[in-house]
Nanobody, 125 residues
Framework: EAQVEESGGGLVHPGGSLNLSCAASGFSLHYYSISWFRQAPGKEREGVSCINSDDASTWYADTVKGRFTISRDNAKNTVYLQMNSLKPEDTAVYSC??????????????????WGQGTQVTVSS
């Protein structure tokens, strides 16, 4: 069964760091773009970052630009989201999704093929 699975979430103090992983199984991530989304309680889902399949070019939401870094290791079939200088407002469930698309601020949801279950990130003192 083709799927993606997130890991690496947890509880961290403000200013701390976490490195999330999105691991694919049952298919090769090499041909897919990967996006990270997050959703906080009572809020709409927000696109955080995206990395393209071909040239590994990236997109970031303004709210995380300069603090988060997305990368991919096709040999490990995994995409990473390094999150630094975390703030309480970064608290959310973070999910990754794979699909055939070009990263942009808005991507038709019909192009998303594989969603993960999400991993909780809590930033609190």
């Amino acid at each position: 069964e083709a799927q993606v699975e997130e890991s690496g979430g947890g509880l961290v103090h403000p200013g701390g760091s976490l490195n999330l992983s999105c691991a694919a199984s049952g298919f090769s991530l090499h041909y897919y773009s990967i996006s990270w989304f997050r959703q906080a309680p009572g809020k709409e889902r927000e696109g955080v970052s995206c990395i393209n399949s071909d040239d590994a070019s990236t997109w970031y939401a303004d709210t995380v630009k300069g603090r988060f870094t997305i990368s991919r290791d096709n040999a490990k079939n995994t995409v990473y989201l390094q999150m630094n200088s975390l703030k309480p407002e970064d608290t959310a469930v973070y999910s990754c999704v794979a699909g055939i698309y070009f990263c942009a601020a808005v991507v038709p949801s019909s192009l998303y093929d594989y969603w993960g279950q999400g991993t909780q990130v809590t930033v609190s003192s």
